[in-house]
């Protein structure tokens, strides 16, 4: 990834998640955020961070927004776009928002100025009532802190479900392959490794649907269903190729 960072012009964007990324699951660590930043920095790119899962990854809002946090701390200039459409369950209302942190104030007036250019063709008034839902959970210290309760519980939830699932897998699989990246995988998925023939298998003998690249939503996942899932999985590894 730094790699791919140095050798890009000068000036280019960089497409980051801010946590819980999809499709790994795998996010950088804080050391390895700062590595990321400091490369940025040299190279004059401009990060554009995808929210999309805040609060899935840790539980805490502010944990997982510690990523772009960091960069804005640094005065770089910023673009997150962020999404409410997993942690507040508002996916028929698709409630975003495009934060742009600009270097001066006469910067952010030309940000905003082509910002209205690109919405006004493509939607220019969007309904309100979504975005009155959020403003009225975020504007709530009573609602604000039932919302952040509800979404640690939630993320604890997916982190019971991946334990369970590599419990199950490590206990029946004896081939010794090392399944501890399901543990170390964080967020709303896990990318199993499993190839097209193999996910296929998962779908057509086992009726596991998911993508044709190995993930899977543990969001979806039971705690009841992580045996099944286990052993679909340890079939679809080893006996297709």
């Not at 539980?59 to 910023?78: C, I, K, P, Q, W």
């Not at 919405?119 to 975005?131: I, L, Q, T």
């Not at 009155?132 to 210290?141: E, F, L, S």
């Amino acid at each position: 990834m730094l790699e791919d960072i140095k050798s890009a012009p000068e000036g280019s964007f960089v497409l980051l998640h801010g946590c819980a990324h999809n499709p790994t699951g795998i996010d950088p660590t804080p050391e390895q955020w700062v590595k990321i930043a400091d490369l940025i920095q040299q190279k004059n790119h401009i990060p554009f961070f995808d929210v999309a899962y805040q609060g899935f990854a840790s539980g805490s809002l502010d944990e997982d927004a510690a990523s772009v946090r960091l960069f804005v701390s640094r005065g770089m200039e910023v673009l997150v776009a962020q999404s409410y459409s997993k942690n507040l369950g508002l996916y028929a209302e698709r409630i975003g928002a495009i934060n742009v942190i600009s270097s001066s104030p006469e910067s952010a007036a030309r940000v905003k100025s082509q910002l209205k250019r690109i919405a006004r063709p493509m939607y220019s008034n969007p309904p309100v009532h979504g975005a009155r839902i959020v403003a009225d959970i975020v504007g709530n210290p009573d609602l604000f802190n039932e919302w952040k309760a509800e979404m640690e519980m939630m993320a604890g939830r997916i982190k019971n479900v991946r334990q369970k699932l590599y419990d199950s897998i490590s206990s029946k699989d004896k081939s010794g392959k090392d399944w501890s990246f399901i543990l170390e995988q964080i967020g709303m998925f896990s990318f199993t490794g499993l190839n097209k023939n193999q996910s296929d298998n998962m779908t057509n003998k086992w009726h596991v649907y998911m993508t044709k690249d190995g993930r899977i939503s543990l969001a979806g996942l039971s705690l009841a269903k992580c045996e099944y899932l286990a052993d679909a999985i340890i079939d679809s590894y080893h006996n297709v190729s």
